[in-house]
């Protein structure tokens, strides 16, 4: 649940009321009336307007900031991933950063016996 006083984005008009789309506004109140979908009673400044959303239709600005955030370096990597021609890099953005976990895994080498043996006595030495 959002805090009263913080400040929030319209990102969606879920039940058409023309709600100002991008602008940002404040959460004055919260609705608790549990015959009705809004949660939040809304102050938009440009407008001047008072407005009951749900929750689903409004996102922090912090929490936009941050989305935009990644998605820029997420280009910007795919950008200098394809100026350099790393093909691994362009993979594990495409794919995911999961992809980088399981390839870290797979990637390990199978040590012989005489290796293992060896390093084990080595640490038992020390």
Known sequence: MLKLGQKVVIIADQFEQNLPIGEYGYIIAYDRNADNVFDYVLRIPKTGRNYYVPAS???LEEVLFQLEADRIERELLIDYALAT?????FRRIMNGEEAE???GDSGKEVQSREEFIRQVNLKAWI
């Open 101 to 103: 976990n399981e390839e």
């Open 57 to 59: 239709d409004i996102e």
């Open 85 to 89: 021609h790393n093909e691994a890099l």
